[in-house]
């Protein structure tokens, strides 16, 4: 090997894991920012340059559950539509991937194609005709029961692309076995299929979980105090006369908090999940 060459390569070896921490770094600074200002004082939150000394509280967290309008209802309905949603999508999304999958049925892609073009409405169109049928019809506003079978079937459809990729890695030959032996189709599903799948099934659950988590279009208009959502608590947070920048980075590192823990306590799981397939 040439000096050239070898150098080009030391070089390498520098400069990829210094750009990908660099690159890093401008991505987690406005993070460490938000949580450096939720531990400000109001007064000093708000001054610019910003104050990078100034001294450190917890008052702006004791604030937001302490308050008048606390915020532990909205974030007990974040979790009461999350889980049950994304629950919800698993029990749904499951099947019909297997069905995609393991069995497929006639114009199979024909059916994936129409899952898929269910995610090409812009959700604002669905804005209004969602509102009319809360309010008037089924006369159900400011209701969490809404807001799960919204978030249900906004997240089904790009569960059942993941878990049928997923599914489809799956050894026919284990299943043709599994029957010849006698076991059922509910059997072989939550025996054999789902425990091979489970990185898959922990990528396609977070996901979807994130997705209702951080939604916040739906839940500010068809709800209002019963079944407020974190993400609209926090942008009650801003007045047309004053932002609270200091109780506003208070409530938006309460929300992250969530996902954030379930993605580092799912990423060996996630990283399975999402790589399930790519190599052949």
């Known amino acids: 090997m040439s000096e050239r060459n070898w150098n080009r390569q030391r070089v390498g070896k520098i400069a990829?894991?210094?750009?990908?921490?660099?690159?890093?770094?401008?991505?987690?600074?406005?993070?460490?920012?938000?949580?450096?200002?939720?531990?400000?004082?109001?007064?000093?939150?708000?001054?610019?340059?910003?104050?990078?000394?100034?001294?450190?509280?917890l008052d702006n967290y004791g604030g937001l559950f302490s308050s008048a309008n606390p915020i532990t209802p909205a974030l007990i309905n974040s979790v009461i539509t999350s889980v049950i949603s994304t629950l919800l999508v698993l029990a749904l999304a499951i099947p019909a991937a297997y069905a995609l999958a393991i069995r497929p049925v006639r114009r199979w892609s024909d059916a994936m194609f129409f899952f898929l073009s269910t995610k090409m409405l812009p959700m604002v169109a669905g804005i209004l005709p969602l509102y009319l049928f809360t309010t008037q019809v089924i006369k159900m506003p400011d209701n969490v029961i809404i807001l799960i079978l919204i978030y249900t079937a906004m997240n089904l459809p790009i569960a059942v692309w993941m878990m049928r990729s997923f599914l489809a890695e799956v050894p026919p030959a284990?299943?043709?076995?599994?029957?010849?032996?006698?076991?059922?189709?509910?059997?072989?599903?939550?025996?054999?299929?789902?425990?091979?799948?489970?990185?898959?099934?922990?990528?396609?659950?977070?996901?979807?979980?994130?997705?209702?988590?951080?939604?916040?279009?739906?839940?500010?208009?068809?709800?209002?105090?019963a079944a407020q959502t974190g993400p609209v608590f926090v942008n009650t947070l801003i007045q047309t006369e004053h932002a609270y920048l200091a109780e506003l980075a208070a409530g938006a590192t309460l929300i992250s908090l969530p996902v954030l823990i379930a993605g580092f306590a799912a990423q060996d799981k996630l990283v399975q999940g999402l790589s399930l397939g790519a190599v052949k």
């Not at 043709?176 to 072989?188: F, H, L, N, V, Y």
């Not at 939550?190 to 209702?212: D, H, N």
């Open 174 to 225: 284990i299943i043709e076995a599994a029957s010849i032996d006698g076991a059922s189709t509910m059997r072989i599903l939550t025996r054999i299929v789902a425990p091979i799948a489970m990185p898959g099934v922990a990528a396609t659950s977070l996901i979807c979980f994130i997705f209702a988590w951080n939604e916040q279009l739906y839940a500010k208009v068809l709800t209002s105090v």
């Open 16 to 57: 990829i894991p210094l750009a990908a921490w660099i690159i890093g770094l401008i991505f987690v600074t406005p993070i460490l920012y938000m949580v450096l200002t939720s531990l400000h004082a109001p007064h000093d939150a708000q001054t610019y340059p910003p104050s990078w000394g100034a001294p450190l509280t």
